[in-house]
């Protein structure tokens, strides 16, 4: 049994082996593992790591300032934020498919992570937070199995001639291991536990045409939603929970008139492997809480729809 202190002082000796004097550079996203990944490179070759982190403009609410408080702020790790929303939301007008869309979203981000590294001229290795189970699952990939019903655009890393070395240090570890040493490095509880989040963001969960008028409504929602589970002891009970975005209008009443506005849905499941997923069992006072909350405080929402679909046949996502 290792402890996280453990796991952590070995990898630090890895990393330093390994990289020597090198420069290495990292795409982080905000999630468990680019973060953990970042932290323990950061913790093992200090000013040696340069992060680059790309805003597509399909983050939840308040999420880039978070990234940029936890790691450049508090831990002190060079990260190169960079504003992209304006390329991603362009190339996105107008394509409604969802393969298309993760396609241009995915491929967007290793062009702008690719502009960025250039600049970092004598980098020689690229950091990957890839964990244990995405190494037997791009295995399956290969094989035919499976996995491929959707393009997971973060498995896979970069194209071969950016000539860098992958620098893999959470490899071998398991999600909990990964999570345990991310709190041992100082990362913080709610985001070392957070559900996980698509590389493609918002972008998968608003259906169809994506729009900034549409990713504003959502992120508004599904922070509502968030809070209100974190506030009533659902988060932690719940293995992934958030708002989806209809580009549907139905009508509503408020007051003597007529409205007519968008629909979201909220989707919260429980699963082990996210191959397989039940609908959470939401009590229904919580739902009336959230429901009422997002129709009263978002504008442009006027219905709230619970989805009680179970995977398989529905997938966890909407697209
Ligand atoms: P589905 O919707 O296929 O999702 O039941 C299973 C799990 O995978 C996540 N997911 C993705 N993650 N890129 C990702 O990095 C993607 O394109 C993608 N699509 C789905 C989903 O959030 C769930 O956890």
């Known amino acids: 049994e290792w402890t996280p202190g453990q796991i952590i002082e070995d990898a630090i000796r890895r990393i330093r082996g390994q990289v020597g004097d090198d420069k290495v550079i990292l795409g982080l996203s905000g999630g468990v593992d680019s973060s953990v990944a970042a932290a323990l490179i950061h913790r093992a070759i200090g000013d040696q790591l340069t992060c680059v982190f790309v805003d597509n403009g399909l983050l939840r609410l308040g999420e880039g300032d978070?990234?940029?408080?936890?790691?450049?702020?508090n831990l002190?790790?060079?990260?190169?934020?960079?504003?992209?929303?304006?390329?991603?939301?362009?190339?996105?007008a107008g394509v409604t498919d969802p393969e298309a869309k993760r396609k241009i979203i995915g491929g967007l981000f290793v062009d702008i992570f690719e502009e960025e590294s250039k600049k970092i001229t004598d980098a020689n290795?690229?950091?990957?937070?890839?964990i244990?189970?995405?190494?037997?699952?791009?295995?399956?990939?290969?094989?035919?199995?499976?996995?491929?019903?959707?393009?997971?655009?973060?498995?896979?890393?970069?194209?071969?001639?950016?000539?860098?070395?992958?620098?893999?240090?959470?490899?071998?570890?398991?999600?909990?291991?990964?999570?345990?040493?991310?709190?041992e490095l100082g990362l913080p509880h709610q985001m070392v536990w957070r559900h996980p989040f698509p590389g493609p963001g918002l972008g998968v969960r608003i259906l169809g045409e994506v729009k900034k008028e549409y990713?504003?409504?959502?992120?508004?929602a599904d922070a509502i939603y968030i809070e209100e589970l974190y506030r009533s002891g659902h988060y932690e009970k719940i293995s992934q929970a958030f708002a989806v975005f209809l580009p549907v209008k139905s009508v509503g009443v408020m007051g003597d008139g007529r409205t007519y506005e968008y629909v979201v849905a909220l989707r919260a499941v429980?699963?082990?492997?996210?191959?397989?997923?039940?609908?959470?069992?939401?009590?229904?006072?919580?739902?009336?809480?959230?429901?009422?909350?997002?129709?009263?405080?978002?504008?442009?929402?006027?219905?709230?729809a619970y989805d009680i679909s179970s995977k398989p046949p529905a997938t966890i996502e909407w697209e």
């Open 270 to 304: 429980e699963t082990r492997d996210f191959m397989t997923a039940g609908w959470y069992p939401m009590p229904y006072e919580d739902l009336a809480r959230i429901s009422n909350r997002i129709i009263n405080e978002v504008k442009g929402v006027n219905r709230v």
């Open 66 to 73: 978070q990234v940029m408080a936890t790691f450049a702020e």
């Open 76 to 92: 002190g790790v060079k990260v190169i934020r960079v504003d992209a929303e304006e390329r991603f939301l362009g190339k996105l």
């Open 125 to 130: 290795w690229l950091a990957q937070g890839t």
């Open 215 to 220: 990713a504003d409504i959502l992120r508004q």
């Open 132 to 183: 244990y189970p995405d190494v037997i699952e791009s295995a399956g990939a290969k094989t035919g199995k499976a996995h491929n019903i959707k393009s997971h655009h973060n498995v896979g890393g970069l194209p071969d001639y950016m000539k860098l070395k992958l620098l893999e240090p959470l490899r071998e570890l398991f999600k909990d291991e990964v999570r345990a040493i991310g709190e």
